[in-house]
Structures are given as C-alpha cells and as structure tokens.
C-alpha cells in the first residue's frame, strides 16, 4: 500500500497568516493527489485535485503543488473559517490512502 | 446539485450484519464510480471499498475484504455495503463518495454524502 505521510500533525497559526501544509507518498503517485478540508462534526469537502487544480467554488486562497511524492498545499491569509482539519489522498493504486491529517488550530 | 444521502446507520453487536444505502442524486449515476469512506472516533480517514460506474468491478480495503461487499442498483441510483461480522473496530461515521470517473483509481473523489453512524457494541 502507498502510504501518504503528511506534516505537521498538527499547526497553530494567527488570523491572515500564510501556512503550508506537506504531504509524502511513499511512491512515485505522479500527481494523483487530492486535499480534503474537514470541520469538526462535518462530512470533508474536496478542495483540491490532481495535485493543484481547484474544485469548483474553492476560493483561491488555496492551492496545491507538486508531483512524484512531495506535495503542498497552501493556505493564504487565514480566515476564522479555515481552521480545520487537511487530508491528502492518493488515488493512483489501489487502495486508495488518506494522510494522518494536519489540525490547523487558532493561536 | 449533485446529493448524496446515507442511511442504515445503527447500534449492532460484534459478529452482526447491516446494510447501508446511499441515494444518489443530480448526477449520472451509472457513469460514476462510488466509493465508501469510513472515519473512526477521532480517528482520520480510510478508504474501505469503490466500485466501477457499471458496477462490474468492485475494490477493497484488506481490512475489510471478505466480510463487506459494496454493490449498487443504477435503477434505483443507490450504493450499498454489505458489512458482516462487524468488529468493534469497525465502529465509525461511513461516508458514501462520488469519483469523478468510472473507476476508484485515477479519479478525485468530488462529493461527500453527511455520512452515517456505525456502532459496534455489546
């Protein structure tokens, strides 16, 4: 199985910082790569696929880069409603595999 | 307005059955690979099962391969899961997913449905 390995676990930041956000696969998934946002007791919400193309309706204060194994994603000036929780997701070999998650927490 | 809403969610003892459902809606059912994504307590993600839009091909989890079985009824534009021999550590929130593709694999996962609660308890 691919394992994808995101840092940090966890990310306090203030109001109108930038954050970065990075995701390892342990092979080679060239840029099958997606983010998630998830808020607490809500279902996730894709924002990212294929490595840095937005879904529709994801403001562009978000964005995604990378290829192979290391990717990013991109935070810039943070809103109260983006802290939350991140997932990177592989979807080029099955099983499809999630990040560990990476808590973005107000300072 | 692509919606998906799970059901079949319930308290069930280690060894037991239960079938979830998900109703899809807003979209071309039979042209889109579905997928079943679980979230223990305070756990993060884990995809656990996907099939083909046509339904011919299905994929698993090893964690759960042998006792869940995913299916759908494109007349009905429903995904289910057969889970049986439910563990304790199958306990969690099952979220039905949409890929924007007709298989799992090579294509993003675009929709989420609100999810539905598993409990596995004596």
């Known amino acids: 199985d691919i394992q994808m390995t995101q840092s940090p676990s966890s990310l306090s930041a203030s109001v109108g910082d930038r954050v970065t956000i990075t995701c390892r696969a342990s092979?080679?998934?060239?840029?099958?790569l997606a983010w998630f946002q998830q808020k607490p007791g809500k279902a996730p919400k894709s924002l990212i696929y294929?490595?840095?193309s937005l879904h529709i309706g994801v403001p562009s204060k978000f964005s995604g880069s990378g290829s192979g194994t290391d990717f990013t994603l991109t935070i810039s000036s943070l809103q109260p409603e983006d802290f939350a929780t991140y997932y990177c997701?592989?979807?080029?070999?099955?099983?499809?595999?999630f990040g560990g998650g990476t808590k973005l927490e107000i300072k | 307005e692509v919606q998906l809403l799970e059901s079949g969610g319930h308290l069930v003892q280690p060894g037991g059955s239960l079938r979830l459902s998900c109703a899809a809606s807003g979209f071309t059912f039979s042209s889109y690979a579905m997928s079943w994504v679980r979230q223990a307590p305070e756990k993060g993600l884990e995809w656990i099962s996907g099939?083909?839009?046509?339904?011919?091909?299905?994929y698993y989890a090893d964690s759960v391969k042998g006792r869940f079985t995913i299916s759908r009824d494109s007349s009905k534009n429903t995904l289910y899961l057969q889970m049986n021999s439910l563990r304790v550590e199958d306990m969690a929130i099952y979220y039905c997913v949409k890929a924007d593709g007709r298989y799992p694999v090579l294509a993003t996962i675009d929709y989420w449905g609100q999810g539905t609660l598993v409990t596995v308890s004596s």
């Open positions: 092979q080679d998934i060239t840029t099958y």
């Open positions: 997701q592989q979807y080029n070999t099955y099983p499809l595999t």
């Open positions: 294929a490595a840095s």
């Open positions: 099939i083909s839009g046509s339904g011919i091909s299905t």
